[in-house]
């Protein structure tokens, strides 16, 4: 566990991934100096990685599939090996109907059943099957956001990259990668993320901010739709949520403390009006979990 003071920066980073170190020490009351050491112990012990999660309708990776997967033989040979796809963002073991869960990010409902054939043909995989999410009510790691306006050329390309590598990456390193000033690499910089192009945020360890235990669940749902996704969503707990259609209306994963906590976040999800728990899973291990995208060497027809 961190102390109350790291557990504040690694929340401030995960709300902003380039908070200045001034910013950040006005913010718990240190000094610039503690505070840099302070963050650079937690990025090196990866307590929190800090990256940069470019939006979904930049790179053509708007198809969502939520798999879930019954195997033969080892769950986490078969995990390991599903992880390595690289449109896998997210694979976990759990403990309930089935015997690990994946996110799939592809450009279209096409590549996304090509990629769950190749999923499917995985040694030891006796099942998949298949959530389409529609719309992204929650997300801890991401906000959930509109694209604005904006053209991207060649060097803002070149910089999403970096910014994926190493959401923290210093001005002055971006600045020689892509061969414009200081301040005009800012510019780009701040463009990118107001747009939102990209967001810079840190991807903490739960454990590490006292959430030892994840969850799943897959729900169905009576009367409006949005209206029951966004109660789920406003519940202590729920890190992530999402609509579709499959075998539930409503997916979602939530974090607490201890096993009897994650029962209680349930419980709270049951509680609200229209809702119907039809399966939920304990995650036992997470194998992966990436936001890093294929971006394109030149810029997608000159635009996003």
Do not use: C
Not at 23 to 48: F, I, Y
Not at 105 to 127: C, F
Not at 139 to 152: A, M, S
Request: hydrophobic letters at 45%; zero cysteines.
């Amino acid at each position: 566990m961190l102390d109350a003071v790291d557990a504040v920066l690694v929340r401030e980073l995960q709300r902003d991934g380039r908070a200045t170190f001034q910013a950040l020490a006005d913010r718990v009351g240190l000094s610039r100096t503690a505070v840099r050491a302070r963050v650079q112990h937690l990025l090196e012990t990866q307590v929190v990685r800090v990256v940069g999660i470019v939006h979904a309708a930049v790179v053509g990776a708007e198809a969502i599939g939520h798999v879930s997967v019954t195997v033969e033989g080892s769950a986490r040979e078969v995990a390991k090996a599903v992880a390595e796809r690289p449109a896998v963002s997210f694979t976990a073991l759990t403990a309930g109907p089935y015997d690990l869960v994946a996110q799939v990010r592809t450009r279209d409902d096409a590549a996304l059943a090509a990629e769950v054939d190749q999923i499917r043909s995985v040694p030891g995989v006796r099942a998949a099957e298949v959530f389409r999410s529609v719309a992204t009510v929650r997300d801890t790691h991401t906000v959930v956001r509109e694209l604005g306006e904006v053209t991207l050329d060649d060097i803002d390309w070149r910089l999403l990259h970096e910014l994926q590598r190493d959401g923290r990456a210093p001005y002055t390193r971006l600045a020689h990668v892509i061969g414009l000033s200081q301040a005009a690499t800012r510019a780009r910089v701040v463009r990118l993320m107001r747009t939102g192009v990209i967001q810079v945020t840190g991807l903490a360890d739960p454990l590490a901010l006292g959430a030892a235990e994840l969850g799943g669940f897959g729900l169905l749902v009576t009367g409006g739709l949005r209206a029951v996704a966004d109660a789920v969503a406003a519940q202590d707990g729920v890190r992530y949520l999402a609509t579709g259609f499959g075998r539930y209306d409503i997916v979602g994963q939530a974090e607490a403390a201890s096993r009897g906590e994650l029962v209680s976040v349930l419980d709270a999800i049951r509680s609200v009006p229209g809702v119907t728990v039809r399966e939920s899973w304990h995650h036992l291990d997470v194998v992966k979990e990436s936001y890093t995208v294929e971006l394109p060497a030149q810029p997608l027809n000159g635009s996003s």
